[in-house]
């Protein structure tokens, strides 16, 4: 960077662009003071000089980490002779005074006692005040921090940034979740001026925009998994339920009416049950909105018209739905896998040969078993391997290397047909019990029956969607045609 | 951002860069200028004004997303007044007033349609013309549709972007794959006034540099997977192919010689058999072109000269072999841990034991076959582990976090212990089964004696490569050294 | 960058900035020299003259890859006249005629040779300087090789980028690790239009701020997982010394004491005594150290005191520890599902149900023993769960999309949650085994013993952290405040 006439410019970034206009003026000698500029550049330069408001924590730790990186820090306190200890090498300084020597100020203050910086709007005239605030919770004030720190000084360029780190971080430099500056900021050179500075300090700067984006920034280090709720919930929810059910139709029934104690099965064996199910319940969750938006669509004969609420909110955590599902599947493989192992298992089978041996019975091997138990867990291998394959191709890095037309290959296409095969395995582990009345304990059907019914529904739905009347009809209105109804005007009005 | 003087500049994200030079011609006052400047862009400004062309389907989901973003809209259409529903708020106009009023045109009309934008040069000179347009197919056109519009309107700076986003996102935001705006142009500025709508959109911005990268952008959401069909050609060729060969060595040498049937083995043991055989195919296949490679350069003594296309090819697509062969692998651990529950074995190993009972005889403990079974086993297992290292190292976030010396490391030194692991699993199942005649059904090999074949090659290949001659060799060659043969003056071609 | 008299400089990115400032100097006919300059820039320009300075491999390398992508290519040389074979297409030249033609240069000569180049310094004035070199080892010179540069030729703009790639990527576009580009250097502008350069080979670029990151850019290239060394270490020392603690207590006391050769375990056996029970340790290792920082700041009273230096480099490890113990886990999941198909096992339970059918005995079963081993699987399904999605959360592309909190949530409070899930699964293997003399073979305990013990302390400590009290306390040092201790005077030093 050049050495600026004006000082109070050089940590602008735009410095450089500073000469060129005074070099401009004068274009006689206009090579000659650009052979000298770059001379002085490279001279080793005085480190740039930051300004902080706030002698708090959070600037006593960015003031650390600046000097570590090389900058000079000057502080602006209201009491600048008692304002604690501060990082050696630094000033301290009334806020004008300190603002005044500085074309960068951090802002270290809290939101609430913003008002006194308005007091300083005449020194604050023309320099980049980075806010770095956030609030203990959401929609505290009407507006965000940064969008009320620029209409209290106007005349300042205020960029919103660093608050999506922890302080931890902001004192030792990026680490895991802390590697990213978001900024926004209504004015390009100044969010560039604090982008470099998050560059110097190792941080790799995200640039979100204008400072309307303030809000958006000041609310993500309060988020904690917003779309992850309803999924979590429904999952908890439904493993609640269905584990109570099976309880009652396995355990209870067993000690009520053969006054056997199985409950030990409780760890393995009725996980094993609940999980599954859970999983393919939430696999098709996953899959019935889209089904009904493209209901919803057909029926409405347009697409612009905006879908109710429930099912907006319902398609977007989509993905958090499958990832649960993936989840309670890993876990089911895994139960699965442990059978074997169990002391139960090993107990019953050493107990059935035993009397096989006695009663001198020759068990017949049947074919028909052998196909459908190998076909369960054919089905089932085959569903868990393309159930994985969406979830990878869910992590961002991934989804990032696809085009559109890719992520959607893998996500609807594939997606349907893991629908399919972990249903088809549900089926064929029915098999025959469908039919058996012992299945029906208590008048009641089966765990995995229920988990049937709205895979089903959406498999029926889908195919009824592949129809090619209906199929030629949906795209379309997805293409942007649209059913002329004269009576129907609620069209316009959507587009609002 | 300020309504500089120059309306038109407005949108090109230079708007700052205009105070601070009209302020160079009145050099007294510059400070005044400077600091009077910002006060202005502080100031609530009016949403800035973004032109469409066109009001199709893509010119509405945009304008839409647009007005939701706070910029104002106005459309250029050929029939302003008969041109269909558009989003409340917008302005409709003729195309030269339109393009007039705003000074980024976003361009949402095919292709086909761009050779009436000629006549509106004088209205575009200057402007930046975003060109959103995708083709049905590839090639379908000489150049890319944003070098033909950059041709038609040469006074107009054409960025390319938006194309790779669904209609979906345009209308609606960003979401999963569609997060990224790619775009590319000849001006910096004008990418940069784009770059800033997209971000205040809420997408990620990735430059691609120049226009000549547009037909890039316009062919990749169109591409399916394209370094992935060869991959998975081979590997489906081959999985039918062996799948025919153990079917007729099992089912139906069984059927025909035996007059048992064993069909219900198609659904595990086979695809047990075929998927490892694949895999461990595959994962050779991997490197082989890298040890071919490596001859091909000791051979021609330099590294300067081109591969054939078949090797250049073959290496490109790598990384997906890879991937589909830790597929295969991971449905082969899978259907092997299954197997202790499968109804087959159970029935076989209580048949097994009765019929020990039966003859009283006592079995004696084979240490041979303990050592020999759990170390097939324990190479299997680590062989995986090791294969599913190369498989997380090859997501992109972990690639990109890797140094290149890391990358090779992983890929290279441990990619061929991978394959030793895997090989060495594979002979330790062979074991005795080489030499006993009766694995010769039908005078053919077993399948997995096949499999050994193509990564022995490879293993061998690369001890040749690690005797220190010819790694030193070799080693020359990739440090840029030629072997000087007068006779041989096909070198200097190559570098053309 | 300086303003350029010269158009040479018009490919640097600034063109239509220059055209603005010339039009501001000639304020009433801005409008038109804007609106022809674009009008230029749209004109299929001569592609952009670049220098290359040094005609060995890297600079063929380059030379190659610059001319494919459309630029013009001028080598400076020693010996212009026999500098061997080059990409054909471009110019040989003497260094100060070559550096002389264009504005970019690229310097791909071996820092040992940069000397010469002081003498270029009036050529090179204004330039902007590549610097591609890499050294062979780390700290070979006191200064970045960049700087070193920038400091015999002060004039220029020295910008360090491309060394991390290989020099294939250099030649062939990028692949795999070769997709990304760090460059730093002081003038923004320069940076910049190297960045084009960059982005238009097919590079995504990071820039990273000034060229005081020369040196970590340089040393990049060179690095081997240095943070994974530490944690292989630990790793591989704990497998070695618990193998052979096991050797002796299972193998070798089998031999002496009872005369049995039981060797054949170590392939399956014992390799699923020592992993899981070295992943435990490694688990507890990664959470040990957060527990002691917080007692240290307890004790101290603040937490700008600095952590020991060992305390430090454990803590910036716990990434790597924690990962390698997943591996180890993941090891010890596949060694235990593959119990049931080994030939040992399958060997004993028959023999076992033969023994049983002679001596005509009939087994109760225990249902203690049943719940007993389910809720051992059930704990260690549910912690290799949890610890596989701690191991999911530290992939770089889903870390980036947490907010710190939420990143915090999952690898404190559910990482917690896993170490007591994967302790209370050792616990419940030990079960009867803690008090039974047997289990003390040769007066020692059983492994799995040894292995309990950091992760008790762990979970001892963290339990006396969440103490409301000593909690409310840490709360507060950790938000900054310090206990005022007139004695103690080592805080301000801290602060340094």
Chains 1, 2, 3 share one sequence.
Not at 81 to 89: A, V
Request: charged residues 20%.
């Amino acid at each position: 960077m050049t050495t600026p006439t004006n000082e109070r410019h050089s940590s602008l970034g735009f410095g450089n662009l500073w000469a060129v206009v005074m070099s401009a003026e004068k274009p006689k000698n206009t090579s000659e003071s650009v052979l000298l500029h770059p001379l002085d550049t490279a001279a080793a330069p005085e480190p740039e000089l930051l300004c902080i408001f706030g002698t708090g924590d959070l600037g006593r730790s960015l003031g650390q980490r600046l000097l570590q990186s090389g900058y000079r820090v000057v502080y602006g306190s209201r009491r600048p002779t008692s304002c604690g200890p501060l990082p050696q090498g630094t000033q301290v300084m009334s806020h004008a005074a300190a603002a005044q020597s500085a074309s960068v100020v951090f802002v270290c203050v809290h939101r609430e006692n913003y008002e006194f910086l308005e007091t300083l709007a005449p020194q604050l005239r023309g320099k980049v005040l980075v806010d770095v605030s956030n609030n203990l919770k959401k929609n505290l004030y009407p507006e965000a921090n940064a969008e009320y720190l620029q209409r209290l000084i106007p005349g300042a360029q205020v960029v919103k940034a660093f608050n999506t780190l922890s302080a931890w971080a902001l004192q030792n430099g990026p680490s895991d979740a802390n590697r990213q500056v978001f900024l926004c900021g209504n004015s390009a050179e100044a969010n560039q001026a604090v982008a470099k500075t998050a560059t110097k300090l190792g941080f790799t700067v995200l640039d979100r925009g204008s400072l309307s984006a303030a809000r958006e920034l000041e609310d993500f280090p309060l988020q904690l998994f917003p779309e992850w709720r309803l999924p979590l919930r429904v999952a908890v929810g439904l493993i609640a339920a269905l584990f109570f059910y099976v309880l009652i139709r396995d355990v209870i029934y067993a000690k009520v009416e053969l006054g056997k104690d199985i409950s030990f099965r409780i760890m393995v064996s009725l996980a094993n049950k609940v999980f599954p199910i859970v999983s393919l319940i939430m696999l098709s969750l996953c899959y019935l909105p889209g089904v009904i938006a493209a209901f919803l669509q057909l029926y409405r004969g347009t697409k612009y018209k905006r879908f109710p609420d429930w099912l907006d909110r319902w398609m977007l955590c989509r993905k958090q739905l499958g990832l649960v599902a993936l989840g309670l599947a890993f876990l089911h493989v895994l139960y699965t896998l442990i059978i074997p192992i169990r002391y139960y298992v090993k107990f019953r089978i050493a107990a059935s040969t035993v009397l096989q041996m006695k009663e001198n019975q020759t068990k017949e091997f049947n074919t028909v078993w052998a196909w459908q138990g190998d076909s369960f867990y054919s089905t089932g291998i085959l569903g868990f391997g393309m159930f994985l394959l969406l979830g990878i191709t869910s992590l961002p890095s991934v989804t990032n290397a696809l085009s559109w037309r890719e992520f959607n290959f893998i996500q609807s296409k594939l997606g349907y047909l893991t629908v399919f095969l972990c249903t088809f395995h549900t089926y064929l582990y029915g098999w025959n019990k469908f039919l058996r009345p012992s299945s029906y304990k208590w008048n009641t059907p089966p765990a995995f029956m229920l988990s049937l019914v709205l895979p089903t529904v959406v498999m029926v739905l889908k195919l009824l969607l592949l129809l090619p009347c209906v199929d030629r009809r949906l795209t379309r209105i997805r293409q942007g045609w649209e059913r002329t109804d004269p009576k129907d005007d609620s069209r316009k009005s959507l587009l609002a």
